[in-house]
């Protein structure tokens, strides 16, 4: 469906370039499409409801499933004809009406009238309601159907007919030359016409041996023509015992159809044909075939040299053993039955064999239906085949595209990743003599004899995928509410559950590839039940074991905050805020959250106090307390609020968590001095969940991060250069400013070019070598903290619009 998409819109107007292109140039899988049309805009829109799922009886999509085994090509006999039968194809076929042609010829010569216009419906041509003309001209339409079939490279492996249909069949098979068979379908037609007006036949959806069954009270008057199928069975015999058996039936529920014919075709009714039959055709001269033919009136493989005049009387007497052939058929390998005919009459009875034979994957398929006899129908019966695996050579249909290979949009391949990935934390990692811990970050524990613990994990962007959603200055950053959260988990193994204080030292940078590995380090208890906590760091590396890096200082104990209940929600008074845009906008300065981190959905004010719901898909909570992407999204408020100094959590107090697994949750932000806020978390009923009596967030430092990440990014530095150049700095020239001059510029200095903003300073002929932009310093209690981040985020600014000179 993607690759119709793509194909749907690539800009090419040749369609037979196109497709002999894909042939070409595109191999072959087991979802497979044909699209057909006449025009390119048509098979754009067949395309587009490709892509869609959308129904369209000339847009055929399938999967290739085993093989499905040996072709037969399947003639039927009286019932598929109608008036324009495959018509269209002498226009628009030539193998077709070439074919055609040949048998105008041979049973022009017999007839006197022309199957060409009788198969039109032209004026003054013989009507197909005639036994006469509606056989030879069947017969001349159904072994056309094989030649064009066979064009396409479906051959076949076996050929089986119905009735007449196997005067085509042998024909098909190369046991009877075309002159051979046009005399026994034209002579045999023409001696049914001295039947017409005695007989019928009637189609029984039953069993063959309920209906024989059923007519051993008609003394012969009755018989099974023939049997199409495990339920599809077929009477014929006189008129009047005819309309009694059929009353029978319908009086006992049976849905029965009266074929259209006026004769008892295989009944006693044509026994009065058999010496004029064996006269007439007595100087046949059949030959074995080149393709193995399987009789129904034998019920088995046929030398076709023995189909002489006898055999053909007796095909039309004895009882048609469609079924019978089409289970053996099954039984020895063949698995692809094609109906040469102007519509399928026999298709539902070899499905309903191949069902009861318990054959998975047969393909059956017609050739035309009835008002549908034109090339794009044909094409879509070859197209049924092909979907399921069937070889079809669609080169012929590009025959005459000229030119070189079309470019086509790359293959949308369906990606399916198999490495193995490294064990997790869930390791048994018992054999070492460590304790597992069963959280998803830090994999095994160890308690010291003096009562201290410590912790190891490693972390990878693989083993731990959710990490990748948290990107801060383009750095993957272990979250802050990580920490938290892991240290919370500590402290209930130690007993100190409470997380009285911590301050993050350092951010922790995983990294692109490979792993870090982390250490906590949990002091004794001392008298009061408190402990020390330390987190370190380091990249895991085959090189040299790089320092271990602080990252976390920490305080466990086991008092707490008390748990707060979040009922009333949103409070009353609360003012939504919009949050259209909200991630985008944080994505502008620098904080870059994936989908485990984008839980944020609704967010209230009231008054100083911020209200918000965040959520998670249930499957990543496991393991964790409170999932860290969680527990992230409920602070992100602090980060849209205008009036707050956004940045990374740096320092908790009093962090509890009062009950775990929650994946949707309320939170209550409120101020707890000049930088801090208190947190409360409840779940989607308002319980409580966690709390923090005090939490302050510092503002990200690119170059901190840099640093933090290790390597030659730890040499990229702001640095503050005096305003006014020296004697070794560059002249006025080379200076610029944005904006206005301002007016504190020295007088004693030539004033510098100004520019509105970076781009005109960018489009400008002369780049100077300094660019001086006016920043505006915000009030607050750390001027110089303030100033450093200003100054760092004009910089960024500037890189942005300024190519490196």
């Known amino acids: 469906r993607e690759q119709a998409a793509r194909l749907a819109e690539w800009p090419a107007d040749e369609p037979a370039r196109v497709g002999s292109s894909l042939l070409g140039t595109r191999s072959l899988f087991e979802h497979r499409a044909v699209v057909i049309g006449g025009t390119p805009d048509e098979l754009r829109a067949r395309l587009r409801a490709l892509a869609a799922g959308e129904p369209d009886r000339l847009a055929v999509a399938g999967e290739r499933g085993d093989q499905p085994g040996d072709v037969v090509f399947v003639f039927p006999g009286q019932g598929s004809q109608w008036l324009g039968m495959a018509a269209e194809l002498l226009d628009t076929a030539p193998v077709f009406a070439e074919s055609m042609r040949a048998c105008d010829r041979v049973i022009g010569e017999l007839t006197g009238w022309s199957v060409l216009d009788a198969v039109a419906g032209n004026e003054d041509a013989p009507s197909l309601e005639r036994v006469d003309v509606v056989q030879p001209a069947l017969f001349a339409v159904m072994v056309s159907l094989a030649a064009l079939w066979r064009s396409l490279g479906v051959t076949p492996a076996a050929v089986l007919g119905h009735s007449q249909g196997e005067i085509a069949a042998a024909h098909v098979a190369g046991g009877l030359s075309l002159a051979d068979a046009a005399r026994i379908v034209v002579l045999r037609s023409r001696a049914l016409t001295g039947l017409a007006g005695t007989g019928g036949m009637l189609s029984v959806p039953l069993p063959a041996d309920e209906v024989a069954e059923a007519l051993d009270g008609w003394d012969g008057r009755l018989s099974v023509a023939a049997v199409n199928g495990p339920r599809a069975t077929v009477v014929s015999g006189w008129s009047e015992e005819l309309d009694g058996f059929e009353a029978e039936l319908v009086a006992a529920g049976v849905e029965v159809r009266r074929i259209p014919v006026d004769y008892a075709s295989h009944s006693a009714q044509v ?178 004899p003096d009562g201290s613990l410590v912790l190891t994990g490693r972390l990878s962007r693989t083993t731990v995928p959710w990490l990748a959603d948290h990107t801060v200055f383009d750095r993957v950053l272990l979250p802050g509410t990580a920490f938290a959260e892991l240290l919370t988990t500590i402290g209930d193994r130690a007993g100190a559950p409470c997380l009285e204080e911590v301050t993050i030292t350092a951010p922790l940078v995983v990294p692109e590839h490979g792993g870090v590995l982390v250490r906590a380090v949990v002091s004794p208890a001392d008298e009061e039940g408190r402990r020390q906590v330390t987190v370190h760091s380091r990249p895991e590396t085959d090189a040299a074991a790089p320092p271990w890096s602080d990252h976390v200082e920490a305080v466990l104990g086991a008092a707490g905050g008390a748990p707060v209940e979040l009922r009333a929600w949103p409070p009353a008074g609360a003012v939504e805020v919009d949050l259209d845009g909200a991630y985008e906008r944080l994505a502008a300065d620098g904080f870059r959250y994936g989908p485990s981190f984008q839980g944020l959905t609704r967010l209230w004010r009231h008054g100083a106090e911020l209200y918000a719901e965040a959520g998670l898909d249930a499957a990543d909570a496991d393991g964790h307390l409170v999932h860290p992407g969680l527990f992230d999204s409920g602070l992100h408020p602090l980060l849209l609020a205008e009036d707050r100094e956004g940045g990374l959590p740096f320092a908790w107090r009093g962090v509890r968590v009062h009950a775990s697994g929650a994946t949707r949750i309320r939170v209550r932000l409120s101020p707890a001095g000049p930088d801090a806020v208190a947190v409360a978390v409840a779940d989607g009923t308002g319980a409580p969940v966690l709390t923090v009596d005090s939490l302050v967030l510092r503002p990200a430092a690119r170059e901190a991060l840099a640093a933090a990440a290790g390597g030659p990014d730890a040499l990229h530095l702001v640095e503050l250069v005096p305003l006014r150049p020296g004697p070794e700095e560059p002249q006025a020239g080379d200076w610029a400013v944005l904006g206005d001059l301002p007016a504190w510029w020295p007088a004693e200095l030539e004033p510098p070019v100004t520019h509105p903003d970076p781009a005109a300073v960018a489009a400008a002929d002369h780049r100077p070598a300094v660019v001086l932009a006016p920043v505006a310093v915000p009030d607050g209690p750390d001027p110089a903290d303030r100033a450093r981040r200003t100054v760092h985020r004009t910089l960024e600014l500037l890189r942005d619009w300024l190519p490196p000179p």
């Open 271 to 448: 026994e009065p044909l058999r010496e004029r039959l064996l006269a007439e055709l007595r100087d046949l001269t059949p030959v074995s075939g080149d393709v193995p033919m399987w009789s129904t009136v034998a019920g088995r493989p046929h030398d076709t040299a023995a189909m002489d005049a006898e055999y053909w009387y007796e095909n039309l007497r004895r009882t048609v053993r469609l079924d019978d052939v089409v289970g053996e058929l099954l039984a020895t390998g063949h698995g692809v039955f094609v109906e040469c005919s102007p519509h399928p009459v026999l298709t539902v009875g070899i499905r309903d064999r191949a069902e009861h034979a318990d054959r998975a994957g047969v393909v059956v398929t017609g050739s035309l239906r009835r008002r549908r006899g034109g090339l794009d129908q044909f094409l879509t019966s070859a197209a049924e085949l092909f979907v399921h695996g069937v070889p079809v050579d669609w080169t012929r249909c590009f025959e005459g595209a000229g030119g070189p290979a079309v470019e086509l949009p790359t293959y949308p391949f369906q990606r399916e990743r198999y490495w193995l990935d490294p064990a997790g934390p869930d390791t048994d990692v018992s054999a070492a003599g460590l304790a597992g811990t069963g959280h998803p970050l830090i994999g095994a524990a160890v308690d010291l």
